[in-house]
């Protein structure tokens, strides 16, 4: 039997939790089906949530406002609120990353895309931990972010997931799915919701990068890290590095990821491959800040978030609008023919994806007169204050 888990971003795809169901032992077998059953009950009240997100008040931030909630193994959300804006660590781990894993995505998109929060108009940013007994997932349900505590409660020997606050960069991208949602609404099925996934994926790879400080060299590239127990063998979820390779392991499949169109898997599962195939605009974009180096959310990052939120990005779009509004807006915001823009070319093609062809700016014509990249040296200069000096986390 397949989990039917259909319109619920969750950060485990269907396909990993049917290889648990089919291979796993009794007691992860049991768990599978108490999390099939929840995310089918989930995705119902989500549909509802997602319909009405666009209408419903939202609770109002001035500036950066988290609120962590404890729903104490229960349902009920959001739960007890038990850490505010400014309140000290509460020594429960997955309160504190919930926290802080909350405000470095919300530093990203407000110091570096100057976005006020998920919506774009100052959003309270609200959390609930502890979600279910064992729940092996993390989604964001419309207007919020909710954890599951992995295995944590399983005998050793069943464990293969952590709680799911323990990764940065799944915190990041269960908020970046509020970001699309409130932008480019992408569809969550076949090319759109591969988009819709990998978008996910670049920010919340770019909020962990920041975080950290990390170059696109020093990155790893991998989402998830840490969510595994050192009983499964795999680096995380997926590797936008190297789709397909995060995980090999008995019970839980092995990575399906494709880097190139010639590998496009066509699928009715995970929605059309949503969690499959996003794979392949993953590796573009790392492609794209491997070949600009330094911090990949300076210029990589930013192309990627101005093409979200691009009027031009529909909610039906393919991998080829995406690729041809990169490379369009790396233009705008960089220069024809800069390197930036031929890097974004580079990404592409090399996921086997063709845009227009770039020529490359060779610097004649003196001081660059009369060659659109030129009005960038001082639309540069606008923007370099807000990829200024990295601001350190407290706590
Ligand atoms: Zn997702």
């Not at 090999?248 to 699928?267: A, C, E, K, R, Y």
Request: net charge negative; hydrophobic share 35%.
């Amino acid at each position: 039997m397949h989990s039917r888990i259909h319109s619920i971003q969750c950060i485990i795809p269907p396909h990993m939790l049917d290889n648990v169901q089919e291979k796993g032992s009794e007691a992860q077998k049991g768990r599978m089906r108490q999390i099939i059953e929840a995310s089918n009950q989930i995705r119902e009240e989500r549909t509802g949530l997602m319909a009405a997100a666009a209408v419903m008040p939202r609770a109002q931030a001035d500036g950066k406002e988290r609120v962590v909630y404890d729903v104490q193994q229960g349902t009920s959300l959001p739960g007890r609120r038990v850490r505010g804006e400014g309140d000290p660590a509460t020594g429960d781990a997955a309160v504190d990353e919930a926290y802080d894993g909350a405000g470095e995505t919300y530093d990203l998109y407000n110091d570096v895309y100057e976005r006020k929060s998920i919506d774009g108009s100052a959003m309270r940013l609200d959390s609930t931990v502890h979600f279910r007994q064992g729940y092996d997932n993390a989604f964001w349900n419309g207007r919020q972010m909710v954890y599951g505590d992995g295995d944590e409660d399983l005998p050793e020997g069943d464990r293969l997931f952590n709680r799911f606050t323990i990764a940065i960069d799944i915190i990041g991208h269960e908020l970046t799915h509020g970001v699309v949602q409130f932008t480019a609404a992408l569809e969550y099925r076949n090319q759109s919701g591969a988009l819709n996934e990998s978008f996910a994926d670049v920010f919340g790879s770019l909020v962990k990068q920041r975080a950290l400080d990390q170059t696109a060299d020093q990155a790893d590239w991998i989402i998830g890290a840490g969510l595994f127990t050192s009983r499964v063998n795999g680096q995380g979820i997926r590797s936008m590095k190297a789709p397909g390779t995060a995980y090999d392991d008995p019970v839980l499949g092995t990575d399906s990821q494709p880097g190139h169109m010639d590998d496009f898997v066509n699928t009715t599962q995970d929605n059309g491959g949503v969690h499959i195939n996003s794979g392949i605009p993953n590796h573009a974009f790392y492609v794209v800040s491997r070949e600009l180096g330094g911090f990949a959310w300076e210029k990589a990052g930013r192309i990627w978030y101005a093409a979200l939120t691009h009027p031009s990005l529909t909610a039906q779009a393919e991998f080829q609008k995406v690729a041809d509004l990169t490379q369009e807006v790396a233009g705008d915001l960089f220069g024809r023919g800069s390197l930036e823009q031929q890097a974004v070319h580079t990404g592409w093609k090399e996921v086997g994806i063709q845009t227009e062809a770039v020529e490359p700016d060779d610097g004649g014509g003196g001081d660059g007169g009369g060659r659109p990249g030129c009005a960038l040296g001082a639309l540069t200069g606008i923007l370099a204050p807000l990829v200024g000096p990295r601001r350190r986390a407290t706590a």
